[in-house]
């Protein structure tokens, strides 16, 4: 098992650290630390700092809410972490609002890439985004108008027959009123 972890440490390029009261407290968190900076050195350490405080920022009376490791202190002499604290995953997304910069910074890290490459690419991904957004729903615009002028075309020739088919009506029965008539007129006179 420890055999297992010090190879997994090895093959791994960066360590994303949960810095925590609890995660400082653990020894087998500083000793994963003490692993893989031996092998990856102290710059390929990612902290983020999920609860507690920095232990700089600790006054003595809150030293049991110091949340960096102390192998991570040994490696960084200040670590600076991404601070994650009163993150809700119910509420919070990792890439807006306050965690914003949080998470370019984290990319960036992992990525070997500065945070403001990793801004524009983002930026970029959302106009493309929003550009396929715009042509969706234009053509749907589209679809949806050239629909409506085809029904308001087929209502309006719908009409027109109705008003051809009543017009031939009463031209067929003007003509039977003619016909009858003209029956009626006729045989009259034969009585006369």
């Not at 405080?53 to 949340?67: F, G, T, V």
């Not at 609002?97 to 998470?103: I, N, P, R, T």
């Not at 910074?105 to 930026?123: F, K, Y």
Request: hydrophobic fraction near 45%; glycine fraction near 6%; include cysteine.
């Amino acid at each position: 098992s420890n055999h297992a972890l010090a190879l997994l440490l090895a093959c791994s390029r960066k360590l994303v650290l949960l810095c925590s009261p609890h995660s400082r407290a653990s020894s087998f968190v500083n000793d994963e630390i003490r692993q893989f900076t031996a092998t990856r050195g102290a710059e390929n350490v990612i902290p983020l700092l999920i609860d507690g405080l920095p232990n700089n920022e600790a006054s003595p009376e809150q030293q049991a809410l110091q949340a960096f490791p102390d192998a991570l202190c040994e490696a960084m002499q200040m670590p600076l972490a991404g601070d994650y604290r009163n993150f809700d995953v119910r509420r919070d997304k990792l890439n807006k609002g306050s965690f914003h910069g949080c998470w370019y910074t984290l990319l960036a890290n992992l990525l070997e890439l500065s945070r403001s490459e990793i801004e524009q690419r983002d930026q970029k991904r959302a106009a493309q985004q929003r550009a396929i957004t715009i042509g969706i729903v234009g053509g749907v615009i589209v679809l949806l108008t050239i629909a409506f002028v085809v029904t308001l075309f087929a209502q309006r020739e719908a009409v027109r027959q109705c008003d051809q088919a009543e017009h031939r009506r009463i031209v067929v029965l003007t003509k039977l009123v003619a016909s009858h008539a003209t029956e009626q007129a006729g045989s009259g006179m034969q009585k006369w």
